[in-house]
């Protein structure tokens, strides 16, 4: 037995050690996030767009390297006669070789190279960046999805604790009505208000499902029926809100889409300065060992094997290509403002959501004492109203209320709690604070 199959053997029986049968297992939020991330396929081909940007980066890097190039050939000719060039012949050689070996290196490309290599370097960090951002994007509707179904199956639990009350509600009231302390009427109410209370213990268990399968797409793996997400929890006291300029600020510097778009950009303006490039004198350096049978280079033609050797440099201006030139740079150019004007757009969009995640939060938390002390007097006026009740000092309808009252606090209450959770970390999303 290997030490992979020890550790897993060691940490299953940790699990079962710590989890009773019948309990239910908790499903960690970080845990979900981490199965999201690693099973995303919008992620992995985000990382293939990195790889791919990389890839052109080293491309780019190439044109400023030397070129080796070697070249062979072998020919035989039919046909030919000896040539008479006044006192000389000139033999034919019906069979012809000839091998070499070059070297080039660009010495001057009027900014062409340096620029690609420029723009192509800044697409291959926007890329990086994008990436990220995309991480941040699905970590937080992974969070969300994952509240979402923390809070209806805590709300479930609040429509069955409903339910359990209204049953023991409609014992009593049976009970009475034998005696001829209740009439038909009483049972009747108590009847459709626990059939109301199941209706809603139905719809929250098929939201709740809903929610799971999302999770489930979103990770990649099925949930077991023990396995549950983490109950919405009170938010700690000193929670602050951050200042709104402070967080617009934040977001600005730190958003991971943002900085993805400023480098395209500028590797946008770089590449309008490559493109426009083209127009301009391209000077490279070249040396050439060859070897040939005959040597073409000697007069006349000598069936040998001889060597050449040449360096030198070569100069080429592309005076008129038929506007071409011209038509990519005008392409690149309106890349380029395509480019800012995406940026501009995606600044304004990120200041908004800081803005309404930033409201979003506050009328979360001014909500939460609200919701406390609303559940908290539902619950005594439940107390009261079924003392009452038992005392004949209250009406039955009274009883009903008092249970509605409790059931809907108590849900808006836990409602508030995840709402808080989704709207901190919705903040920080909006200001580019990763959980990675």
Not at 175 to 187: Q, V, W
């Amino acid at each position: 037995m290997n030490k992979i199959t020890l550790l897993t053997t060691a940490l299953c029986l940790a699990v079962s050690a710590s989890s009773s049968p019948g309990e239910p297992v908790v499903v960690t939020p970080d845990t979900v996030v981490k199965l999201t991330l690693a099973h995303s396929p919008a992620l992995k081909s985000r990382d293939e767009a990195v790889l791919a940007a990389t890839a052109r980066r080293r491309q780019a890097e190439a044109g400023l390297k030397p070129q080796l190039d070697t070249r062979a050939q072998a020919l035989h000719f039919e046909g030919l006669e000896n040539q008479a060039l006044g006192p000389v012949t000139i033999p034919v050689i019906e069979d012809q070789y000839s091998a070499s070996i070059g070297i080039t290196q660009p010495l001057y490309t009027g900014g062409r190279i340096t620029r690609q290599k420029q723009g192509a370097r800044l697409n291959e960090e926007s890329s990086r960046h994008a990436r990220s951002a995309s991480s941040s994007d699905l970590t937080l509707q992974t969070l969300t999805t994952y509240w979402q179904w923390s809070k209806i199956l805590a709300q479930k639990e609040a429509y069955q604790a409903a339910i359990t009350r209204m049953n023991a509600l409609a014992t009593d009231t049976r009970n009475l009505e034998k005696a001829g302390m209740a009439t038909d009427n009483d049972r009747l109410t108590v009847d459709v208000s626990l059939d109301q209370a199941q209706l809603q213990l139905d719809e929250a268990q098929q939201q709740a499902d809903l929610s799971r399968i999302e999770l489930e797409r979103l990770t990649g793996r099925e949930f077991k029926p023990d396995e549950m997400p983490q109950k919405p929890v009170l938010a700690p006291a000193d929670l602050q809100l951050p200042p709104l300029d402070g967080a617009k600020a934040l977001a600005l510097t730190n958003r991971q889409d943002l900085i993805a778009l400023r480098l395209a950009a500028r590797a946008s303006d770089s590449l309008v300065a490559a493109a426009r490039a083209d127009g301009r004198p391209q000077l490279a350096l070249v040396a050439r060992y060859e070897q040939g049978n005959p040597n073409q280079r000697d007069f006349p033609p000598d069936d040998k094997w001889r060597d050449d050797a040449v360096i030198g440099a070569t100069l080429s201006w592309n005076l008129f290509d038929g506007g071409l030139t011209r038509a990519r740079t005008a392409e690149a150019r309106t890349r380029a403002r395509s480019d800012a004007l995406q940026l501009q757009a995606r600044e304004e969009s990120v200041v908004a959501g800081v803005r309404a995640a930033h409201l979003s939060l506050q009328h979360a938390l001014t909500r939460r004492q609200t919701a406390l002390r609303a559940e908290a007097g539902a619950s005594r006026n439940l107390e009261v109203a079924t003392a009452l009740w038992k005392n004949g000092t209250a009406r039955h309808s009274d009883v009903l209320d008092a249970q509605s009252k409790l059931t809907a606090t108590t849900a808006q209450r836990l409602a508030v709690e995840a709402d808080i959770i989704l709207a901190h970390a919705a903040l920080r999303h909006a200001t580019g604070i990763s959980r990675e």
